[in-house]
């Protein structure tokens, strides 16, 4: 009885053709007695259960491969997220540096427009400032003390509007820069929501294949019915 459970004279298969069947008897009955050896129906169901069980084993090697091309799969769906989260990290650093970077060139234009103001205003008071018989007369007649006290008053009001520009803009970048954290933790929240989302389907995604190889292997084993044979 051969792998696939059909019945050939052994003599048949040997290619000494001068071999007979009791030639081959003699030979084996030393070691294989006819009362040892199974019948030609025990042979065969012998011969049908090693196939069964190879085809389990081959069944169990797709069910292998297949396992191995969802995790292939998975891993690599898996690194491309990991990748876009890592781009898009950078990308928000970079981002943060280019805002920092404006808001530094801001406050410096904001400085240099006061000192140059500052600066406007005292060249012109050196240049309408009276000199000679006239800062004289100014100082005895106190015009120049009232002068001095008017721009005193023009100086603070100057101050406290340039004040209050710095923090019109401090609280304008302020602005700008919890909008820009706002939109930036919007997109790592989403991220974070499509690595959760892919976890889920990767899990589902297994158990998917698991419940389909175990039926597999069950119609299998109930050689061949999808449903239970009556």
Same mark, same amino acid.
């Given at each position: 009885?051969?792998y696939?459970?059909?019945?050939?004279?052994?003599p048949?298969? @040997?290619?000494d053709?001068? $071999?007979r069947?009791?030639?081959v008897k003699?030979?084996l009955?030393?070691?294989?007695?006819s009362e040892?050896?199974?019948?030609v129906?025990?042979?065969q169901?012998?011969?049908?259960h090693?196939r069964?069980?190879?085809k $389990?084993l081959? *069944?169990?090697?797709e069910?292998?491969e297949? &396992?191995?091309?969802?995790?292939?799969s998975?891993?690599e769906?898996a690194? *491309?997220?990991?990748?876009e989260?890592?781009?898009q990290? =950078?990308?928000h650093?970079?981002e943060?540096?280019?805002?920092?970077k404006?808001?530094k060139?801001?406050r410096?234009? +904001?400085?240099e427009?006061h000192?140059?103001?500052?600066?406007?205003v005292?060249?012109?008071? =050196?240049h309408n400032?009276?000199?000679? @018989?006239?800062a004289? +007369?100014?100082r005895?007649?106190?015009?120049a003390?009232?002068?001095r006290? +008017?721009?005193?008053?023009?100086?603070?009001? &100057?101050?406290?509007a340039q004040h209050?520009?710095h @923090?019109?803009?401090?609280?304008?970048?302020r602005d700008? &820069?919890?909008k820009?954290?706002l939109? =930036?933790? +919007?997109e790592m929240r989403?991220l974070r929501r &499509?690595?959760?989302?892919?976890?889920?389907?990767f899990t589902r995604? =297994?158990q998917?294949?698991?419940? *389909?190889?175990?039926?597999?292997l069950?119609?299998?084993q109930?050689?061949?019915?999808?449903?239970?044979?009556k």
């Amino acid at each position: 009885v051969d792998y696939y459970g059909d019945v050939h004279s052994l003599p048949k298969l @040997i290619d000494d053709k001068q $071999v007979r069947l009791a030639d081959v008897k003699s030979f084996l009955g030393s070691e294989y007695s006819s009362e040892e050896l199974p019948s030609v129906e025990e042979a065969q169901d012998l011969a049908k259960h090693h196939r069964d069980n190879d085809k $389990v084993l081959v *069944k169990k090697e797709e069910h292998s491969e297949e &396992r191995e091309i969802l995790f292939r799969s998975q891993t690599e769906r898996a690194q *491309k997220l990991k990748d876009e989260a890592a781009f898009q990290a =950078q990308q928000h650093n970079t981002e943060r540096q280019a805002q920092l970077k404006y808001f530094k060139t801001e406050r410096e234009q +904001l400085e240099e427009q006061h000192a140059r103001t500052n600066l406007e205003v005292e060249f012109k008071r =050196q240049h309408n400032a009276p000199s000679g @018989i006239t800062a004289f +007369l100014a100082r005895m007649s106190g015009a120049a003390f009232v002068r001095r006290l +008017l721009q005193e008053r023009e100086d603070r009001l &100057r101050s406290e509007a340039q004040h209050q520009q710095h @923090i019109a803009q401090e609280a304008s970048l302020r602005d700008e &820069r919890q909008k820009e954290e706002l939109r =930036q933790g +919007l997109e790592m929240r989403e991220l974070r929501r &499509r690595e959760n989302a892919q976890k889920l389907t990767f899990t589902r995604e =297994q158990q998917s294949l698991d419940r *389909k190889q175990r039926r597999e292997l069950a119609v299998h084993q109930r050689r061949g019915y999808e449903h239970m044979p009556k």
